[in-house]
């Protein structure tokens, strides 16, 4: 009995045993695809599976904590993009309502292409796909420049701007601005949202008229901008050095300053401060007159363009247009007058309008030669003491040099403070040359510069290349500064910038390569200078750039009597003007007809 149970209880077992065995070898033929398939992309981590959209959101849901690089189709058809898939668990507080188009924006910190490309891949236009409206620099300037003018002829803010098809408000605009301007000062050129800004509680402020400069006013739309995004509306003013400036100053200030970039493509220097109630046009309460005033900037910017018009036309314009309003030219020079003292006795206070007529029989008897710092503002004090008494220009003022008539007087001052404009100093000495000759058609050279008119080794300004070249670029021109200016905008537009040490192609392989460093830029734009028979020579300094101090070359072409800096290397310069390293801190380490390195 005990033997049968024994043998049942065996053979159970053995059924047992193989029933299980059965079962086993059923669950490895099921699994046996899923592990191969995970073992082939083991083995081949660059294989990928197109994704529907359930299937995102379901391993989008189902995935802890991992950010998961996937590829999905592409939304216009031709392929698959990248997309990386973040887990909501990695960011849980982060949904479609905490994040909006400006954070996104900032995050990102993506282009207008990168922005177009990603809501046309969406299926939107631009305008269906955004919320709001969005503002590029260009629009941004054109519209400050028509605030600006508004505000001169008016002395009122508009109450809006039109740009485009929207109305902005002048709180919307002025965060517009300041926005666009710290964006330009970062090297950020992204569109900018128009939000929703409340005019100020109580407008109000106190200030002295001045200047206040670049730095200062990148910081104050700093803090415009973030006390306009934390409030809600604009500020009633804001504290700088020259004190509180209100609100509708602020609109003004800013709209000149993205004005001026906007025509030069470059942020001023510095800026002029004055209240609108100050602002150009005033009333004069004693009688039914106008009394127009101006600022020694507006003053020193209209200078540039009179000196600029002598230069190319050797004569006189009839007037200058300052702020809408038509000067002439015995009225100018009699602000350059005010204006030069203004600024030498160091104020800045505005500067009226007077009516003064012309002289009566101007007359000169000159040597060209230069007359100091001391000695001009003393002829701008005799001027204007003249002029006050007489209500007219004089023929002429003596100097040291001999009798300087009334039109060499207007363009030696023109000089003066445009040379202030550019370099915020006077400068320490004029040079003056009889209007007969500045007037002719090709100026005086001394024969002390004859040796920066002659070729060397690496500016081979007898090339015939070269020679060609040279024609070609003042074909029909003059004067020797509107040849002057020709060639230093080929070079400039033609030839780029390369980083290297000393000379490596001359003026004749710079001109072929298309490329250089500082020395060979001056080579070839003094070899191109003394082809046309304008003298030219090098200048070797220590230079402060915007990132940092580095050794340099540029070239300096002689003009009607005065050398002008000729620096090619960057577009922010023009003729005379530089604006890519700062004239008031280098060091001059040496001055060549012959570049010796």
Known sequence: MLSDIAEIWEASIVKRLLLLTMILLMSVSLLMPDIYATTTNQQNSVNTTNLTKSDYITMNNSCTDI????????PQGNGSVNVTVINQNIIPNVTASSVNNSDNLNVNNESSDTIQYAKEAAGDNVSSNVQGNWFVT????????WVKSYIEVNNVLPKYVQIGNIQVSMPQFLELITKDLVQLNNGINTPIELGSFNTPTNSNGNITNGNINKSEYLTLASKIQNFMDSMGRAPNYATST??????ESLI????????FYGVNNRLPNYVTIKTLANNTTKSNSSSNSTVNEFTISEITTAAGSVANYIDQNQKLPNYVTISNTQISMPQFLELLNNGLLQINGNKNTLIALNNVTKPPSPSEDLESGDINKSEYIDLASEIQNFMDST????NY????????????????ESQIMNFFSVNNRLPNYAVVNPWNESSNETSTIPPSLDEYLQPTTNCQSNNPTIIALANKITAGLITPYAKAVALFNWVTDNISYSFYYNTLYGAVGTLKAGTGNCCDHSNLMVALARAAGIPARYQQGYCDFSDGWYGHVWAQLYVNGQWYYADTI??????GVINNWNLNTYTLEGTYASLPF
């Open 138 to 145: 260009k629009n941004l300037t054109e519209a400050s420049g």
């Open 67 to 74: 950010i998961q690089s996937t590829t999905v189709p592409s």
């Open 242 to 247: 020259l004190g509180n400036i209100q609100y």
């Open 570 to 575: 960057s577009t922010l310069n023009t003729f």
């Open 391 to 394: 209500g007219r220009a004089p």
């Open 397 to 412: 003022a003596t100097s040291t040099l001999g009798n300087i008539q009334y039109e060499t007087l207007i363009y030696l």
């Open 252 to 259: 003004y200030m800013y709209s000149r300053i993205l004005d």
